[in-house]
């Protein structure tokens, strides 16, 4: 059975730390890891990480996958409090057909 | 105007009533799918759609049912409702065509539904 596991489920930082978030997989024939946030509303997309080593970055956001380790990491530097929210993983499978879901990392960022 | 729009945007219910969730897009999507969320579960697909002849049972499909109107079309229905069912509920869609074609998921913006 697909599993995608999150970590921590909960993080309570202040504005300009630098948090790492954490995503394990188990997914048979691998294809794409997706990270998504979610504010008070619908999951908006924020990567989709293909191959091993390969950084994706987007501003002060920035996302690595290691296919042999099978994670994925979510870093975020100089964190504002406009990036508290829940950030969910998924992965995707080859023949398929869905979309396999974490729980989430809920963060929090004080100012 | 939204690419996912999901109605309503809230509701409530009383137990054993059936209720419809609908769901439309305008991305020209062929999958369609449903998910529920609940505190610190992330989201637990319901039922997915890829195409208006193919719909499929997800993780949690117990006490849901749904149709695929059109293309654009994907409704969820609780035909006896219980208050377990209450959660926020999200329809999303994607472009994939299967095989290698990378896809990502488009989501509505949800509708919160508590069942008394």
């Known amino acids: 059975e697909d599993k995608v596991v999150q970590s921590p489920l909960s993080l309570v930082v202040h504005e300009g730390d630098t948090v790492t978030l954490n995503c394990s997989y188990e997914?048979?024939?691998?294809?794409?890891l997706l990270w998504y946030k979610q504010e008070k509303k619908a999951p908006t997309f924020l990567f989709m990480l293909?191959?091993?080593?390969i950084e994706k970055k987007s501003g002060r956001l920035s996302s690595i996958l290691d296919k042999k380790e099978l994670f994925s990491i979510l870093n975020i530097t100089a964190t504002q409090t406009g990036d508290s929210a829940v950030y969910l993983c998924?992965?995707?499978?080859?023949?398929?057909?869905?979309?396999?879901f974490g729980p989430g990392t809920r963060l929090s960022v004080l100012p | 105007d939204a690419d996912v729009t999901q109605t309503p945007r809230n509701r409530i219910t009383k137990t054993g009533k059936r209720i419809m969730l609908e769901c439309s897009q305008t991305?020209?999507?062929?999958?369609m799918y449903w998910y529920r969320q609940d505190p610190g579960l992330g989201l637990q697909l319901i039922y997915y759609?890829?195409?208006?002849?193919?719909?499929n049972k997800g993780e949690i499909s117990d006490g849901y049912s749904v149709s695929r109107q059109a293309q654009a079309k994907f409704s969820l229905s609780l035909e006896s409702a219980i208050p377990n069912q209450t959660a926020l509920y999200f329809c999303?869609?994607?472009?994939?065509?299967?095989?290698?074609?990378?896809?990502?998921?488009?989501f509505g913006p949800g509708t919160r539904l508590l069942v008394l």
């Open positions: 999303a869609t994607s472009d994939g065509a299967g095989g290698l074609k990378l896809e990502t998921q488009y």
């Open positions: 997914v048979t024939n691998f294809r794409s």
């Open positions: 293909t191959s091993s080593g």
């Open positions: 998924a992965v995707v499978a080859i023949y398929g057909q869905n979309f396999v």
């Open positions: 991305k020209g999507h062929d999958r």
């Open positions: 759609s890829f195409d208006v002849k193919d719909i």
